[in-house]
């Protein structure tokens, strides 16, 4: 039924999309990391995350 579904697109996809929530949150100062490092750290992982989905968006036949 579903043999097109790409379950790692999905998990990668998701899991950018709360990266990149997390690193908005930290970026607006809304939680109670200050530093700037995890700044620079929450958006390289949400970047690498994103990379991942990208790369994983079609499935290899």
């Given at each position: 039924?579903?043999?097109?579904?790409?379950?790692?697109?999905?998990?990668?996809?998701?899991?950018?999309?709360?990266?990149?929530?997390?690193a908005l949150?930290?970026q607006m100062?809304?939680?109670?990391?200050?530093?700037?490092?995890?700044?620079?750290?929450?958006?390289?992982?949400?970047?690498?995350?994103?990379?991942?989905?990208w790369r994983?968006?079609?499935?290899?036949?």
């Open positions: 039924m579903f043999s097109s579904f790409n379950v790692l697109f999905a998990v990668f996809a998701i899991l950018a999309l709360n990266l990149t929530v997390f949150a930290v100062d809304l939680l109670t990391i200050d530093s700037d490092t995890a700044k620079v750290i929450a958006w390289a992982c949400a970047v690498g995350m994103w990379h991942m989905a994983f968006r079609h499935p290899r036949h």
